[in-house]
């Protein structure tokens, strides 16, 4: 079976508070963008992964603890994995957890396991937080620690996006780190992107960990500052970095960032 992972992006990043049990209680939207990996696996004689990449912890990524976690139950047969990485790691779009929901359904599909949405997302936030949502991969009102999603209609629709990434690796333990609760809460980003149009989101909609990473690492800020000054109607760095991007009226051009940069742009539909 051949699948195609996709990734994501915060529209805002709020964190409201450092729970009992460690994680942190967040608010954001989460939107799906059509930049892929490749994701193949077939029956063998014993389970083996490789990738085009090297991989941080590659006995511990997300595609083989989804399989491991739902062999537990339903006894799998072995299989050889094969991962095509594109999207960037390390870099807040969620590829690695978009690797392992892929993982989840594919399995799922392929060996008439019957396991519904609900069930696959439940297996997903043993993976990570993020990971539920790309079992529906749909734009999502995120709430809890990435958990608890609502339906959202964002208007982007026709938009241009350019990802621009400049090969910083962002650990999330290492952002959070730096990252500093705000005492005053920040608009309801879903107020803010439902009733007001998106030239005004620079002005109400943050990601909280911005701060702690633009001090560490200005070139990210500069990043956002340019896709200003080029022409996007709003930037953000996504998730907890190193990704910065930029949402554009018409397609935008590549020319000015440096070859050493990953930098795309997509459309949404």
């Known amino acids: 079976m051949i699948l195609f992972p996709g990734c994501k992006l915060n529209i805002g990043l709020s964190i409201l508070h450092k729970r009992e049990d460690g994680y942190h209680n967040l608010e954001s939207v989460f939107l799906p963008v059509p930049l892929f990996d490749s994701l193949e696996f077939i029956e063998s004689s014993e389970t083996s992964f490789q990738c085009n990449l090297e991989l941080d912890n590659e006995k511990s990524n997300s595609i083989l603890l989804a399989y491991h976690l739902l062999n537990e139950v339903y006894d799998l047969p072995p299989i050889s994995i094969f991962l095509h990485k594109q999207i960037p790691m390390g870099a807040g779009l969620g590829g690695g957890s978009s690797n392992g929901a892929a993982m989840l359904v594919g399995l799922n599909k392929q060996f008439n396991l019957g396991l519904s949405v609900t069930e696959l997302e439940k297996y997903a936030l043993q993976i990570g937080a993020d990971c539920p949502f790309f079992i529906q991969n749909k734009p999502k009102l995120v ?81 956002k500052n340019k896709l200003y000054e080029v022409g996007a109607e709003y930037a953000s760095m996504t998730g907890t970095g190193s990704t910065v991007f930029g949402i554009f009226d018409k397609e935008p051009s590549l020319s000015h960032w440096p070859h050493s940069y990953f930098v795309r742009t997509v459309k949404l539909r």
């Not at 400049?166 to 999330?172: G, N, V």
């Not at 909609?205 to 200005?218: H, L, T």
Request: hydrophobic residues 40%.
């Open 143 to 223: 709430h809890g620690i990435g958990e608890i999603f609502t339906d959202i209609s964002v208007p982007l629709s026709g938009k241009w996006i350019a990802l621009v990434n400049p090969a910083i690796h962002i650990s999330t333990k290492q952002a959070f780190e730096n990252l500093t609760i705000k005492k005053t809460p920040n608009s309801p980003i879903a107020d803010v992107i439902e009733n007001h149009p998106i030239t005004d989101w620079k002005n109400s909609i943050f990601n909280d960990f911005e701060e702690g990473v633009f001090s560490q690492f200005p070139e990210i800020e500069g990043i």
